[in-house]
């Protein structure tokens, strides 16, 4: 029997770069690059037709165009999959009570969503080709994902992000089960050196920009905020999502000279696969330019006295009072990536390799925590980690200890 070959598509360096995808984490994720292969929606004089090709016989497989020419934008990707699991769920047998309840998911919606991105390129892509996208094709995807590593200078983390991504618009997935499947991307992780805990960051140029800022009364609210946010992101071992999430209305909810308790109410970590609601508490520090409590007590100052409960960005049907406001309309909340900007006007600051990306707020704190000897275990409680795992996994930047091994040793 003669061997199946896999071929990929020829590829040049594109010399021009990539655009990228602001919308995670950090402003300027450099993670999720826009595929720069070639035109992902043809000219219309070029190889796609706006209509589909005329079948070779009557009755015969509907042209790719036709099948997946639908889905020009994110919110046709992901009405298609809304649609897809409804007929799912109908093939199942199940009530309208329960294809309800995946309608009205909120966290459902944005996971699709989030999708949407990867899959709408792969879409472009397959058609660009006179691929069907919507048939699982184990070739095409490792096709599309090589020209990504090459053009796009995707990441290994980011290119199995698209792939999982991808493989969830089709039902079966054992295509992408194939062994050489497999192997193929097992090849595309041992192609990639990752550096781990080599950034070992010095906070001092921002202890400085914030000991040079004026006293908090004085502040403009634009710095205030941006102050308020990186303070609680390194301090509180915040994301940006945990800080939009903060709730004043709740009742455990306490500031004090010294202290403050912050509710985040629905942050994206859960237990047994289910919501919850953390309590982190953020203490004071003696130098009043560097104190989040004296920070966060000013920032309150700025807020409407008499402010109305409004529905959680996650679940319309819990009421909550938001910390950080839009400082244009302090009546209006904002979300993660606008809270990610102002943390990382700050953490710009920091001086770092040129080809290494903005580190997290939460690591940089847990990090720096780690270094000047807190214990890990405080750290863990602080981050509210389910173990010192994914500290030394996930957010330990620097592999710097506050012991000299050298004397521990040779002593």
């Given at each position: 029997?003669?061997?199946t070959r896999?071929l990929?598509?020829?590829?040049?360096?594109?010399?021009s770069?990539?655009?990228?995808?602001s919308?995670r984490?950090g402003g300027g994720?450099?993670?999720h690059?826009?595929l720069?292969?070639?035109p992902?929606v043809?000219?219309r004089?070029?190889?796609?037709?706006?209509e589909?090709?005329?079948d070779p016989?009557e009755?015969g497989?509907?042209s790719?165009r036709?099948?997946?020419g639908h889905?020009v934008?994110?919110?046709?990707?992901?009405?298609?999959?809304?649609e897809?699991?409804?007929q799912?769920l109908?093939?199942?047998?199940?009530?309208n009570?329960?294809i309800s309840v995946?309608?009205?998911?909120?966290?459902?919606k944005?996971?699709?969503?989030?999708?949407?991105g990867?899959?709408?390129q792969y879409?472009r892509w397959a058609?660009a080709r006179?691929i069907?996208?919507?048939t699982?094709s184990a070739?095409s995807?490792l096709?599309?994902?090589?020209?990504?590593m090459a053009?796009?200078k995707?990441?290994?983390?980011?290119t199995?992000?698209y792939?999982s991504s991808?493989?969830?618009l089709y039902?079966?997935k054992?295509?992408?089960?194939a062994?050489l499947?497999l192997?193929?991307?097992q090849m595309l992780r041992?192609r990639t050196?990752?550096?781990?805990?080599a950034?070992?960051?010095?906070?001092t140029?921002a202890?400085r920009?914030?000991?040079?800022?004026?006293q908090?009364?004085?502040?403009?609210m634009?710095?205030?905020?941006?102050k308020?946010?990186w303070?609680?992101?390194?301090?509180?071992?915040?994301r940006?999502?945990?800080i939009?999430?903060i709730d004043l209305a709740?009742e455990?909810?306490?500031?004090?000279?010294?202290?403050?308790?912050?509710?985040?109410t629905?942050?994206?970590?859960?237990?047994?696969k289910g919501?919850i609601?953390?309590f982190?508490?953020?203490?004071a520090?003696?130098?009043?330019?560097l104190?989040p409590v004296?920070t966060?007590q000013e920032y309150?100052?700025?807020?409407p006295?008499?402010?109305?409960?409004v529905?959680?960005?996650?679940?319309?049907e819990?009421?909550?009072?938001?910390?950080?406001r839009?400082?244009?309309?302090?009546h209006?909340?904002?979300g993660?990536?606008?809270?990610?900007r102002y943390i990382g006007?700050?953490?710009?600051?920091?001086?770092?390799p040129p080809s290494?990306s903005?580190?997290?707020?939460r690591?940089?704190?847990?990090?720096?925590a780690f270094?000047?000897?807190?214990?890990v275990d405080?750290?863990?409680v602080?981050?509210?980690?389910?173990s010192s795992?994914m500290?030394?996994?996930f957010y330990r930047l620097?592999?710097?200890?506050?012991?000299?091994f050298?004397?521990?040793?040779?002593?």
């Open positions: 029997m003669p061997r896999l990929l598509p020829a590829m040049e360096p594109h010399p770069g990539t655009a990228e995808d919308a984490e994720d450099r993670d690059p826009i720069a292969i070639c992902l043809p000219d004089e070029q190889d796609v037709n706006d589909a090709d005329p016989e009755g497989p509907p790719p036709k099948r997946a889905l934008e994110k919110p046709d990707v992901v009405a298609y999959c809304m897809h699991k409804r799912a109908m093939q199942m047998g199940v009530d009570s329960v995946w309608d009205n998911d909120v966290a459902h944005r996971k699709l969503t989030q999708r949407a990867p899959q709408l879409i058609l006179d069907d996208p919507l699982p070739a995807l096709n599309f994902l090589v020209s990504g053009l796009g995707w990441t290994i983390g980011t199995l992000a792939k991808i493989i969830q039902d079966d054992s295509a992408f089960q062994p499947f192997d193929s991307l041992q050196i990752t550096d781990l805990k950034l070992d960051l010095d906070l140029p202890i920009y914030l000991e040079s800022l004026p908090n009364e004085q502040l403009s634009e710095q205030l905020t941006s308020l946010c303070l609680l992101a390194v301090v509180g071992m915040f940006g999502d945990d939009a999430c709740h455990q909810f306490k500031i004090g000279p010294q202290v403050a308790i912050l509710p985040i629905l942050p994206k970590e859960k237990r047994r919501r609601r953390k982190t508490t953020i203490q520090h003696t130098n009043p330019a104190c004296a966060l309150l100052n700025h807020l006295e008499e402010d109305v409960l529905p959680h960005r996650k679940d319309p819990i009421m909550v009072r938001p910390l950080v839009d400082r244009r309309n302090l209006k909340a904002v993660p990536d606008t809270i990610n006007t700050i953490t710009d600051l920091l001086e770092r290494s903005r580190p997290r707020a690591a940089i704190g847990a990090s720096v270094k000047n000897g807190a214990p405080d750290i863990v602080q981050a509210n980690w389910s795992i500290f030394d996994s620097s592999g710097t200890t506050a012991t000299n050298s004397s521990a040793v040779l002593s």
